[in-house]
Nanobody, 128 residues
């Protein structure tokens, strides 16, 4: 099971930006699709963005499209989520996830039937 460590959360004001990172160990990082999800208390975990293995085709939830950018640096075993124009509705715990199986071709973002490993989460709070 992969160990995933998120960083970069915090408290910001509406309109500000944040960049989250997710780092994992091992030498197979590039072979796995990666994703960001978020969750608020009392609600299900919500898909935010996903990036394919290797060069990484990207997918976004409609709620963040045009504001958030997912990327990966395979040399550093790190995935990023650049979040711009944040608003209070973006407040949540953000989790990174990695496909357990390598080389999955993504048809749609946030496919629920995919087995993933998860990080511990990082809190993002956006004040109005």
């Amino acid at each position: 099971q992969a160990q995933l460590v998120e960083a970069g959360g915090g408290l910001v004001q509406a309109g500000d930006s944040l960049r989250l990172s997710c780092t994992t160990s091992g030498d197979t990082f590039a072979r796995h699709a990666m994703a960001w999800y978020r969750q608020v208390p009392g609600k299900d975990r919500e898909f935010v963005a996903e990036i394919g293995w290797g060069a990484g085709r990207t997918f976004y939830a409609n709620s963040v499209k045009g504001r958030f950018t997912i990327s990966r640096d395979n040399a550093k075993n790190t995935m990023y989520l650049q979040m711009n124009s944040l608003n209070p509705e973006d407040t949540a715990v953000y989790y990174c996830a990695r496909d357990r199986l390598p080389f999955r071709a993504i048809a749609i973002g946030g496919e629920k039937r995919v087995a993933r490993d998860w990080g511990q989460g990082t809190q993002v709070t956006v004040s109005s």
